[in-house]
């Protein structure tokens, strides 16, 4: 195998943080064009916004299998190693992290960077140390120069979670594992950023902004953060020291570890390392692995992988042959079969296949879309359909992918909806046809599939970030970790227009009317930690909101009469007082609740008063008929004989049986009636009452006041305008006697109604005892016949012979037999002794 002369090649070896990356991009940009190829796209990316800073976006470009920026003029390329192009000559090339020629799936690409990428002035291979023989065997004329780490790199020990220091990265090796590690340090910690090869250099850049900025002081990533992936990282925890490697399950290699290991820790500031406590038994460093790492003393490299580059496409045959050529130096070992390489073997079984890659164009061809890498993860069996389909495609007509087919590829994966999981997998898929648009000769529109393509991976790329940040990121608990500490008085509370108590601009609880009650998600310390900064910072706002009370129009106020609820006044649409019983019907006490009874002095008085008003400016006149009886039952200036009626008539809400008065009523003269007629009170048949009280309002009112002078929930409401009720209910009937109804078997009629049928009752018996009552004003009402008679029982009237015919004789109004109450005893008296 023939090599490139090896002049001009300078080794630069050490552990991470030693700044060998930092050294390659001053000497690349040093030179008058270059390349350097790295280990992932995101590491790549990275570097390549670094040097378009220094350059300017014109001169540099990116190129990885699945994004190509490349000005007409780039001279500075930055590529993932295997994009990088060989047919370039350029002054400077630079090969990242070489020592990744020993892996098994990729290492054979690396190895041939190593052997044949070179700069025609200078060419720079960055790696660990325990490359340094590899060198000098492969590149005996190359010059070694081996760098010290910065900072001093120490074990720590096993810590929980809950005890991690902030700026630690924790370090996981499966997708499930990430997520689970993150979902427990958004309970306990307030959340973190997420870091994976996986993710698109969009959504990796938005979670380690996020974790740069401080808004976040944890990461949770895979070990790609072991790949010169610069971030401020203090401590690295290891949640599990084995990963599956693509065929089995292994405990990490010494190198592997220190490669991790060494993230923690910038320039001059030492770092540290360790594990989860409680992971699993193989989570556990030796005492040996842990001297070597803190010592950076490892095992030399003694073979890299190695695959034949130089391949016959003669044929079939001819290039499986050309791909299983073994290498001849001792050094290099053949690398075991790639995704690439079993991909062809399952395709070249495939008769259709055979048939079309029967010249060396097809069969480079054929070999160029084994090449397509599995973004999905799905397997070679798997992968090797869709590679087999896009073959059939470029093997055929014009030897290109039909655009509608490739659009309907792209079509439905272009969706933001669905989970982390859900999204991460859409984003894989979209990197497949990434890197089937950058090549040229694959659609007939390649720029614009590529740009699209693009776009797409964007638009998911933020959906997964948003994603991401919403599963685990609780901003709440990150605030009060990072700002709080122990000392609520720290924290710098704002209240929104719609209530929302914000902290930093995040929501930890709400403000409503005078109640703050914090975020449902709070638990534990948090909620302890909420009140107490609320009761700190919220009594200013608290302040500032009575005086907005006070000064509030009775508009703002209401009264809220729900059946079932106790009876409340609400201000601005939040409940304010509630209403308890009083010294009197007219007169209940206002009970206002806690939030507002720990108000200064000053702010509660300016409270009740205002209340107080609103409810003699806006209830109380609704009421006046009421109010006017209640205070003449009390003036001095009634009579006597009055006095206890109108206190019993006011007591009950304007509505008296006759029955409980009947005494009482005997005992007055022309004037007393008179008097209670000016008050507006109706003598009726059976009730005495105030018509204008059994209004739809007034109605609504008095039941309010009844159920407050119960000490009971607010009962149901007759229909407004309703005046019969037929088979109420037993909690809308009792309601409905208060309300002014009475009832007659099945049916309730207002009283009012009960009075006009007595009047023309009594209209059409004139002076006679016997007469014709005609039912039509009854029935008008609805008013059954079964109801009609019992009307007409208890007025008085009793039918003569068949009450169908409807001849009702006059007796008198029955007088009920009743134990006479105090007031009826002592009105009885009176009567007695004036006559």
Sequence with gaps: MSQRASSGITAVLGPTNTGKTHLAVERLCAHSSGIMGFPLRLLAREVYDRVVRIKGEKQVGLITGEERILPPDARWLLCTAESMPTDRDVAFVGLDEAQLGIDAERGHVFTDRLLQARGREETMILGSESLKPIVRTLLPDAEIITRPRFSQLTY?????????PPRTAIVAFSAEHVYAVAEMLRRTRGGCAVV??????????????MYEAGEVDYLVATDAIGMGLNMDVGHVAFASLAKFDGKRQRRLHLAEMAQIAGRAGRHQRDGTFGVLAGGPDEAAFSEQ??????????NPLDHLMWRNSDLDFGSLERLATSLEVKPDNPILRAAPEAIDLAVLRLLTRDRAVQDRARDPRMVKRLWAACGLPDFRKVGADHHARLVGQIFAFLSEGAGQIPAPWFAQQIARLDTVQGDVETIAARISEVRTWAYVAQRADWLADAPLWAERTRTLELKLSDALHARLTERFVDRRTSVLMKTVGHDPALL??????DGRVLVDEEMIGTLSGFTFTPDAAARGKDHKRLLAAADLRLPKELARRAQKLAQSADGAFALVTEPGTPVRILWDRVEIAQLKPGKTLLAPRLALPPS???LDPASRTLIEDRLDLWFDRTIAPRLAA???IAAASTDPQTPASLRGILAQLAEHGGVLDRSGVDEALVSLDRSHRQALQRLGVTLGALDLFLPVLLKPEPTRLRLALWAVRKGQPMPPLPLPGLGLLDKPAPTLAEAALRAGFRRFGDQMLRVDLVERIARAAHDARGKERTTAVDPALAVSLGVGGAT???????????PVGDAQANQWRWRGRPRRTRPPTPVNAAFAVLGQLKR
């Design 156 to 164: 720590a020990g096993a810590k929980k979670l809950s005890r991690l």
């Design 196 to 209: 994976m090869g996986a993710l698109s250099p969009a959504t990796r850049n938005a979670q380690v902004a």
């Design 289 to 298: 692995e842990i001297e070597r790492i803190e010592e950076h003393r490892f």
């Design 492 to 497: 710098d509370v704002q209240v929104d227009a």
């Design 596 to 598: 507002i009874s720990r």
């Design 626 to 628: 009421l109010g006017r």
């Design 788 to 798: 009609f008679a019992r009307l007409m029982r208890a007025l008085g009237f009793h």
